[in-house]
């Protein structure tokens, strides 16, 4: 009788036996294809708590009844981050786990807000974009718009438009990059303003005054935030696996050894509330509205530390009092006359100072007059 754990049978086994696949791979995808994803989970206070306390978010209005209260919520609801973390992990699994990496979202928006614990989630992706990539033949780029429902009501809680690698089953001949990578060569090099302002606080007020300073002058409203988180096995496998996000890219030592990073990397929405929860951390937070032009531009792996560098782009105060007594409002209405509207990109970077996530961020920050 044959052995099959004898190693050379076991390996002539392996080599015999064909591989029940998960993921799909980049031909699998179509313009126009909707993708209802199977798996759902019900967002918890644990899966919240779990995920805003290693990425460094102490917002306490997501913590404590009071705070919450206070801001307008019934209880600690949950947060804008695990909601978009868990409305795409849900998406790997058709998606993204053959081992595509993250490129970039846009368009990251919560017009059913506040959610609350106890929640069950239902997403589906629509295809909107297939594209072939000139610089690496073995990968195509894909494109979806992706929406998380309250599983009972059907109302939209989390949508955006994410942008991926995904590995080919074939790979296709392409011009290399290099006409792209020509270009640069050309580059004059940085053109920065002269001097950078720092806001003297965290309040909307601080904000809109550090810009009318830099208005003045050739100066950006820019700074560094001091807290650093460096990533371990709970950031890089247990966050991504909590929300579902099956891609091998965080999990599978083996798999990720040959592949472009080389090893496991850290789920893009780790990296990215890490650097938000550093930038909340020297803000008086009131709201998210939403998140734009989002990228990521190189790995992030264990034993990376991930640092946070904010500028502020843009403040709106929607409610303000006229001449004659009045309030003006405008399309970035704040939802509370205690909140003002500011428009921040965000870097995060390494222990080695390279950028490794980007994206700009619409957010509602409380007013200190009030
Ligand atoms: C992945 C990289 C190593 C690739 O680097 P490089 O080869 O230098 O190319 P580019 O970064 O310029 O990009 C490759 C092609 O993709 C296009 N691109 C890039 N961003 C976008 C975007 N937002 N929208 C559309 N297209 C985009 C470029 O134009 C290039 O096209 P082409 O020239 O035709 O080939 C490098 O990008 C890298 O290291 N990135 C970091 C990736 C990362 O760490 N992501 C987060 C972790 S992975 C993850 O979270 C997975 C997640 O769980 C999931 O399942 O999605």
Not at 82 to 103: N, P
Not at 271 to 277: F, I, V
Not at 341 to 367: C, L, M
Request: overall charge negative; hydrophobic content about 30%; proline content about 5%.
């Amino acid at each position: 009788m044959t052995d099959w754990t004898d190693p050379d049978t076991f390996a002539q086994a392996l080599e015999q036996a064909e591989t029940r696949e998960k993921g799909n791979c980049f031909e699998d995808f179509e313009e126009g294809d909707v993708i209802e994803h199977g798996p759902g989970l019900t967002l918890t206070r644990w899966g919240n708590e779990s995920w805003m306390s290693q990425t460094l978010n102490h917002d306490p209005a997501y913590w404590r009844s009071d705070a919450a209260e206070d801001r307008g919520f019934d209880e600690p609801p949950i947060h804008p981050d695990y909601l978009t973390a868990a409305t795409l992990g849900i998406t790997v699994e058709d998606l993204s786990e053959k081992g595509g990496y993250f490129l970039g979202r846009t368009d990251v928006r919560f017009p059913g807000t506040p959610v609350y614990a106890g929640t069950e989630l239902h997403v589906e992706s629509e295809v909107v974009n297939t594209a072939t990539s000139s610089s690496r033949p073995e990968y195509g780029i894909v494109s979806w718009r992706t929406r998380g429902r309250d599983a009972e009501t059907g109302e939209v809680l989390c949508s955006y438009e994410r942008t991926n690698m995904i590995p080919r089953r074939e790979p296709v001949a392409t011009d290399g990059g290099g006409a792209a990578a020509a270009e640069e060569d050309g580059d004059d090099g940085p053109d920065l303003p002269e001097e950078f302002v720092t806001p003297e606080g965290g309040y909307f007020e601080d904000f809109a005054a550090a810009l009318d300073e830099a208005e003045e002058r050739d100066a950006a409203v820019a700074y560094r935030h001091e807290r650093g988180r460096t990533q371990d096995d709970v950031t890089v496998a247990s966050l991504p696996l909590a929300t579902l996000n099956t891609a091998k890219q965080h999990h599978n030592v083996d798999v990720m050894s040959d592949s472009p990073s080389g090893d496991i990397v850290t789920y893009g929405d780790v990296t990215r509330s890490t650097a938000l929860g550093h930038a909340r951390s020297d803000e008086r937070t009131w709201r998210e509205v939403g998140f734009d032009d989002e990228g990521f531009h190189t790995f992030v792996a264990a034993g990376d530390t991930v640092y946070a560098f904010t500028r502020v782009l843009e403040t709106e105060d929607s409610v303000e009092e006229t001449s004659t007594g009045s309030r003006t409002s405008s399309e970035n209405d704040a939802s509370s006359d205690e909140a003002g509207t500011v428009t921040f990109e965000h870097i995060a970077f390494n222990q080695n100072d390279e950028p490794v996530y980007s994206g700009t961020r619409t957010a509602e920050i409380r007013k200190r007059s009030n």
